[in-house]
């Protein structure tokens, strides 16, 4: 049986991706900061639950530990855990810290820990949720934007490094997802992405269509890979987009 681990998984995203898991016969770890939540989704799909937070070394090292008590082997580890605060270069330092630990460190502080085990076995496969956020950019969140494209860096990093090792590698790339995260934008969150969002479920089901065909982007939303095409053909053009959007998103706001 597989041994699935998956943070943030009390709802959103890492709920969809834990029932995905689990009705594909995998045993699951539902690992969120909400123990209640991650005991309900756990409960929901005969799983184990984890409380406790991915934003420091210890806190990786305790989930990892115990999900290899339960599982004996971690076979996927989806990292889903992630936090968007609003704001911009203005933002505090603890701000940035805390995002930063949370979207990028708690990756690379698991890889570090899974990684002798999977080399070593030949197989292991790393799930980095990123968003198109981290393929394009995220107007509201610089520390959002920023750490996204941290995130997608270093699952592009894994898959180049260990690819041949038989490490599988893929990052989860959708824009507006039903999820408590989109509700908390408000109106910016709803002009620029409410009208395009789509279910947490239809996410997984996009992982599993991508783990079939061996992808490593998993766009939920397809026209991300034109929008992400054209952001590296024609910069200043998509710069000049995204400017246009932040503009409507401020006369928006300033109507309210």
């Known amino acids: 049986m597989t041994g699935v681990v998956v943070t943030g998984g009390g709802g959103g995203i890492g709920a969809a991706l834990a029932r995905r898991f689990a009705a594909d016969g995998a045993q699951v770890v539902v690992a969120d900061l909400d123990g209640d939540k991650a005991a309900e989704v756990a409960n929901e799909v005969g799983g184990t639950p984890f409380a406790g937070d991915v934003a420091s070394p210890e806190g990786v090292a305790k989930l990892v530990e115990s999900a290899r008590g339960t599982l004996g082997e971690i076979d996927v580890f989806c990292a889903n855990a992630g936090i968007a605060p609003f704001g911009g270069a203005e933002s505090g330092e603890e701000v940035w810290a805390r995002t930063w630990e949370v979207n990028v460190m708690s990756h690379v502080r698991a890889a570090n820990l899974l990684l002798p085990a999977w080399l070593e076995r030949g197989k292991g496969h790393f799930v980095a949720t990123v968003s198109a956020a981290g393929l394009l950019t995220s107007l509201g969140s610089a520390p959002y934007s ?81 929008y992400y095409a054209a952001r590296a053909t024609d910069t200043d053009r998509w710069l000049g987009g995204m400017n246009k959007l932040q503009r409507k ?3 928006a706001v300033g109507e309210l």
């Open 146 to 226: 920023v750490t996204k494209h941290g995130a997608l860096a270093f699952a592009e990093w894994l898959s180049a490094t260990y690819r041949h090792r038989g490490i599988t590698v893929q990052a989860i790339c959708p824009q507006g997802v039903r999820t408590a995260m989109l509700e908390s934008t408000g109106t910016a969150g709803q002009l620029l992405m409410g009208a395009s969002a789509i279910e947490p479920e239809q996410v997984a089901d996009a992982l599993f269509a991508a783990i079939e065909e061996k992808r490593f982007l998993v766009l939920p939303h397809p026209e991300v890979a034109g």
């Open 249 to 251: 998103v401020e006369e």
